[in-house]
């Protein structure tokens, strides 16, 4: 039995919501507002309302929701991750190429990280170790919307700093750690058979548009959306964008 905490909302195609980092579940509320699908959303462990465990690898948080998805009898599905839920569904891919019936890889990338960007997530552990996670809230929350967005305050800017504000220290370190060691998924994503959505930002400097055409070029079957006026969350940004490409691209999955 998986203990995470789950959002299950829906009947029809099964679609399992894999948030990034230092996330939670609520960056999907709009999302799970989608007809005609099977929701299913967790909070990865030590995120949201789910308790931390102590993992190294990103196969770890992969088989976590494949835990769920085993738990609740679902044997295929529509593989959605935002960023480190993006690096969490190609392992998915991985380790139950079955499972996916299609992918929505969303503001992320299939590259490794760079030594310097591995190094700085150890530097990044030591600091949480040393005086909690609230500087990366600081550090990062400018870089999930755009200024525009920021400056309107509304209930999008909340969301996400209430997801960040949710992330335990335990959770934080392990999922630091988990992204410094990812491998390259580019033969994962260039194998997969299925249809592929990728999903970028405009302004996503974290993970940007160049990186998206990359995963849209290694994927047979693709489709890629730049969502203007949108950073690193685009899905939470321009959620009527964002969701009337996911329904266009829903109506194609087998
Ligand atoms: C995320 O949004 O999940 C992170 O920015 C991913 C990363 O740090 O590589």
């Known amino acids: 039995m998986h203990d995470l905490n789950v959002i299950h909302k829906g009947k029809g195609t099964p679609v399992v919501w894999i948030h990034g980092f230092p996330l939670s579940s609520i960056i999907f ?38 835990s769920v998805l085993d738990d609740m009898n679902i044997d295929h599905a529509v593989v959605a991750g935002v960023s480190m839920g993006g690096y969490i569904a190609f392992s ?9 019936s299609a992918l929505v890889l969303i503001d992320t990338r299939e590259g490794p990280d760079s030594p310097d960007a591995r190094a700085n997530r150890y530097s990044q552990i030591d600091r949480v170790r040393t005086e909690g996670h609230r500087f990366l809230v600081d550090d990062m929350l400018p870089r999930m919307l755009t200024r525009d967005t920021l400056q309107l305050a509304d209930r999008r800017a909340t969301i996400v700093r209430r997801a960040m504000e949710s992330a335990s220290e335990d959770g934080v370190t392990s999922a630091l750690r988990a992204m410094a060691g990812r491998p390259d998924s580019s033969s994962d994503l260039r194998s997969f058979n299925g249809p592929v959505l990728v999903v ?22 693709s489709t890629l959306v730049t969502i203007p006026g949108a950073a690193h969350l685009s899905h939470v940004e321009r959620p009527e964008v964002f969701n009337e490409a996911m329904r266009s691209f829903l109506a194609r999955v087998p």
């Open 92 to 100: 998915i891919l991985r380790q139950r190429p079955s499972l996916v």
């Open 200 to 221: 970028v930002g405009s302004d996503d400097d974290i993970t940007p548009p160049s990186d998206a055409t990359r995963m849209a070029a290694l994927a047979s079957d």
């Open 29 to 66: 509320e709009q999302q799970v507002e989608l007809p005609d699908v099977r929701h299913v959303v967790p909070d990865l462990p030590g995120f949201g309302k789910s308790a931390p465990r102590d993992l190294d690898s990103i196969d770890e948080y992969g088989s976590a929701v494949l």
